[in-house]
């Protein structure tokens, strides 16, 4: 554009240049943004700058009287914008989102103390409202010409290329920003507070269609398939653990592949290993997580649904009715916690877990954190559970917690100290790597359980590890391959790489008959499964898993891209493969079971997407409220 055009509108390029370092200084005032390299202080400078140039360009269609006033108006609204997240960030340490406007126990803990979050050198938030008042009124920059449409297309052609510059910028600091690894603090660093606005309205109308489309008799078929494959018999292990504390140790990135394999003669997992010896092992258990990583881990095992196909439910549909195991374990007199040192808004847990019916999330602020601690994701998993197991000692009994830890996490950095075992030597530095963070992780769970052995919880507990999903992705295939001894890897093993530990360990039952266990099974049975074993009735929660230890659980498990596992075949891309040969077998075996893979995970899907739990009637819940009352005496 040309001199003459840039004067036309000026009063919007000061504008947007007031409003622009604004909102970087309010960035660096009154959010605490972690900055890590140059290229993300860059990329957190220029961000508002999309939003804001796009705002005030709706200016451009207005007559010319109108032109600056709306832009005054549009920097009164950013502001306001702005403003609601410096206070909203002052008491909860997040950015607003449309769900949390709406959930009242948020907003009620604000509630009288709002007028008190507000400080005096707020006000400095409207100096710059009143420079533009001021020039408003100044003759020079009445808006007196309209532009051509040239210079219009100009405009937004502009806007669009800073946008993608922008968003380009962001993907290679943070790829699949938008689908996968979903944290508002890392959407507000790359996208801009602004932005990331828009992409939570987005969110939420979407959400908001599907609901209001579903209605209770969709939920009545899906509840008659859930009953006509219920397993009900009774089974040697149910209530064995009743009224005892929970312990599930979430297990960043591993894999069953390592569990009794050695590198350079000596072992990976040496502690799992051993205590494998000691517990109840499942070898065919999968992980069926999507795109929501830790967080659809965590999804499946506390409701028993399948997460979505697209996106981390923990985000898209947190708001949702759900009758999670803490909300159940509640009626029993359970306490339920989740330990994990990151930042709590990550995958959105904060907000989840209000809705599942957790009582305390210890979250990154609970921990000591130093440089010296510290590596990669953030707390070293040693540290992480020698303070948890402090933070655990003081819980009220029984109590139902998870822990998940980080340190196992891609890329897999691990400080020379916490070497405990050689790189693998491939062209994957990422396998090669791996291999050190699982050794240190199974060093941290020795400790983990073995301080635990020294307090009065551990004889009191049952504590259930499992992978949270894979480590290696697809794309080191031809590194994996020769760690397996294999030529190349086909679609089957791929399938069988997707296997996570699963081991059940009951203290003063495993450790007497310890198992290791063939049949098929997946994180949708895990819930079921501890119901059982504390003995309480879930048979008439809507659930798509079912007990592992029941004699009548079906040697069958679906992935979430639609892949299943049987007793003798996978079936993945098309192909129904023979388990003991890995080779292509006739199609007509994987048959029965392609019905059944397809329906469970888009009922699990319509329950999420239409709300459908809202429909359920918990009145018709087998054991009555009294019982649940009597039990709950019982454990304390
Ligand atoms: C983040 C941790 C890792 O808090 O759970 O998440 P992931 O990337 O594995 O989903
Ligand atoms: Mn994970």
């Not at 929970?246 to 394999?261: K, M, T, W």
């Not at 916690?337 to 990550?346: I, L, Q, R």
């Not at 073995?450 to 049952?462: A, G």
């Not at 049975?525 to 504390?534: A, C, G, H």
Request: include cysteine; aromatic fraction near 14%; charged fraction near 25%.
């Amino acid at each position: 554009m040309r001199k003459k055009s840039f004067s036309k509108i000026s009063f919007l390029l000061i504008a947007t240049l007031l409003l622009w370092l604004k909102t970087y200084i309010v960035y660096k005032t009154s959010f605490d943004i972690k900055i890590e390299n140059f290229t993300q202080e860059f990329i957190l400078f220029i961000n508002p700058l999309s939003f804001l140039l796009l705002i005030f360009g709706v200016g451009l269609f207005m007559k010319e009287k109108n032109r600056n006033r709306y832009i005054f108006g549009a920097s009164i609204f950013v502001t306001v914008l702005l403003i609601s997240n410096m206070v909203f960030y002052r008491f909860f340490n997040d950015f607003l989102t449309i769900p949390v406007l709406f959930q009242t126990s948020n907003m009620g803990d604000l509630g009288s103390s709002i007028t008190s979050l507000f400080l005096p050198t707020d006000l400095l938030m409207f100096v710059d409202l009143g420079i533009l008042y001021w020039l408003l009124k100044k003759p020079t920059f009445r808006a007196t010409t309209v532009l051509t449409r040239k210079e219009k297309s100009a405009y937004f052609l502009l806007v669009a290329a800073v946008f993608f510059f922008n968003l380009g910028l962001a993907e290679t600091e943070r790829p699949q920003l938008l689908t996968r690894s979903f944290d508002r603090e890392m959407l507000v660093k790359n996208i801009s507070v602004y932005n990331f606005h828009i992409y939570d309205a987005f969110l939420q109308s979407k959400t908001s269609a599907q609901r209001a489309l579903a209605d209770s008799d969709n939920l009545t078929e899906i509840e008659n398939y859930v009953n006509a494959n219920r397993k009900v018999s009774e089974e040697d292990l149910k209530g064995i653990a009743e009224g005892r504390n929970v312990i599930l140790l979430s297990l960043e990135s591993l894999q069953s592949f390592v569990i009794n394999e050695k590198l350079n003669g000596e072992e990976i997992t040496p502690y799992l290993n051993d205590l494998i010896n000691e517990s109840y092992y499942f070898e065919n258990f999968y992980h069926q997580t999507g795109q929501g990583k830790t967080s659809d881990s965590e999804f499946i095992v506390d409701n028993s649904l399948y997460p979505l196909g697209r996106g981390a439910v923990f985000f898209t549909n947190s708001n949702n009715e759900y009758h999670a195991t803490p909300e159940i374990l509640k009626n029993y007199g359970y306490y339920s916690t989740v330990f994990h040192a990151n930042n709590k808004s990550f995958w959105n847990r904060d907000l989840i877990y209000q809705t599942f019916g957790y009582d305390r999330f210890f979250d990154v602020n609970d921990y000591e954190v130093t440089e010296e601690n510290s590596i990669g994701w953030g707390l070293k998993d040693i540290d992480f559970f020698e303070q948890s197991v402090q933070h655990m000692d003081n819980l009220p009994q029984p109590f139902y917690t998870r822990l998940i830890t980080l340190t196992n996490h891609f890329p897999f950095e691990l400080s020379e100290e916490d070497r405990f075992i050689d790189e693998f030597d491939s062209n994957s530095k990422t396998l090669n790597q791996y291999i050190p963070t699982v050794r240190y992780m199974d060093e941290g769970v020795k400790r983990f359980v073995e301080s635990l052995k020294e307090t009065d919880v551990y004889e009191n507990s049952i504590i259930i590890l499992y992978g949270d999903h894979y480590g290696i992705s697809e794309n080191h295939n031809v590194a994996m391959a020769k760690f397996l001894g294999k030529e190349e890897l086909t679609p089957f093993d791929v399938v069988q790489l997707q296997r996570v530990p699963f081991i059940v360990h009951i203290p003063g039952v495993t450790d007497k008959n310890p198992q290791t266990i063939s049949k098929v099974s997946g994180q949708i049975d895990i819930r079921p499964t501890i119901m059982s074993l504390l003995g309480i009735d879930t048979s008439e929660q809507i659930q798509f898993g079912t007990d592992v230890f029941s004699d009548d659980k079906l040697s069958f498990t679906v992935l979430r891209d639609g892949s299943f596992i049987t007793e003798n075949n996978v079936y993945t891309r098309g192909i129904c493969y023979d388990k003991e040969t890995g080779q292509p077998a006739d199609q007509a075996i994987c048959d029965p079971y392609m019905e059944k893979a397809k329906q469970e995970l888009n009922y699990s899907d319509e329950i999420i997407y239409g709300d459908l739990l809202r429909f359920y009637q918990e009145n018709a819940e087998a054991e009555t409220e009294t019982e649940a009352t009597e039990k709950a005496e019982k454990n304390k």
